[in-house]
């Protein structure tokens, strides 16, 4: 809410975990219940192959993105070219599935819990699992449950919202290296103003004075730079 909506960008590039269900036996364009199916089966894989499949989609892998998907060819939206009659082939991309866990079966349909790395189609997993399969898959549910370090245990509905049940935006940025600053240094940051540091350069950093989270900044030969101001 207010000034911490600036920390968003912060959030996108972290790991996910989603819970979903994937079916069985049919593969779609989009990679989800609302493309055209292309592809259908009734070889009904057992368990046991199930649960390789699934295994096997654990860990570094170059995933290939869904063509019906928002990932651009030449400055143009791939799903947009796929809508014009164009025929898209997008290059793969290096991703994290962390964990993928089979959390249950009711005939074609298969329930999962995966914690993957930003930039992850699970879209792309449920194909993927189908063609390992050789039956074909979709993802026909799915919901996110944990970005970074926020949960969805941790949420409030819109009427819960008061100043003492939002979080402090410090809690946003967790995952983030914490530098302390002292109140000299916490002024001149608050203006815009570069302070010298020792710390070595890196990822962000949350700039704290005190408890008070006073900006996201940057290290840059030898100086903090700060880069969104939270306080004025």
Same mark, same amino acid.
């Given at each position: ?38 592809? @259908?089966?009734?070889?009904? =894989?057992?368990?046991?192959? %199930? ?14 993105? =869904? ?35 089979? @959390? ?20 792309? %997993? ?14 026909? +549910? ?20 008061? =100043?003492? +049940? ?22 001149? %940051? ?5 302070? =010298? ?15 008070? %989270? ?19």
């Amino acid at each position: 809410m207010g000034r911490a909506t600036r920390l968003a960008r912060f959030l996108t590039g972290t790991d996910k975990t989603y819970a979903g269900t994937i079916r069985l036996g049919a593969e779609t364009d989009s990679g989800d219940g609302t493309g055209a199916v292309v592809t @259908t089966s009734d070889l009904n =894989p057992g368990d046991e192959a %199930l649960a390789a499949a699934a295994a096997a989609l654990v860990g570094a892998h170059e995933q290939v993105p =869904p063509t019906l998907s928002a990932r651009k060819v030449d400055g143009v939206p791939a799903y947009r070219r796929v809508r014009r009659g164009e025929t898209v082939e997008l290059p793969s991309r290096p991703v994290t599935v962390h964990a993928f866990e089979v @959390t249950g079966r009711t005939g074609p349909d298969v329930d999962f819990v995966t914690t993957v790395s930003s930039g992850t189609y699970v879209r792309a %997993l449920a194909r993927d699992l189908g063609r390992a399969l050789g039956c074909g898959a979709h993802l026909r +549910a799915l919901r996110r449950l944990r970005v970074g370090t926020l949960s969805v245990d941790e949420a409030i509905v819109p009427d819960g919202v008061t =100043p003492a +049940a939002v979080r402090p935006p410090g809690d946003a940025i967790a995952h983030l290296r914490r530098v302390a600053v002292s109140d000299p240094e916490g002024i001149a %940051l608050r203006h815009g103003r570069r302070v =010298p540091t020792d710390l070595a350069p890196g990822a962000p950093v949350g700039i704290f004075a005190g408890d008070e %989270l006073i900006a996201v900044g940057a290290v840059e030969d030898g100086v903090l730079q700060p880069r969104v101001v939270l306080v004025g």
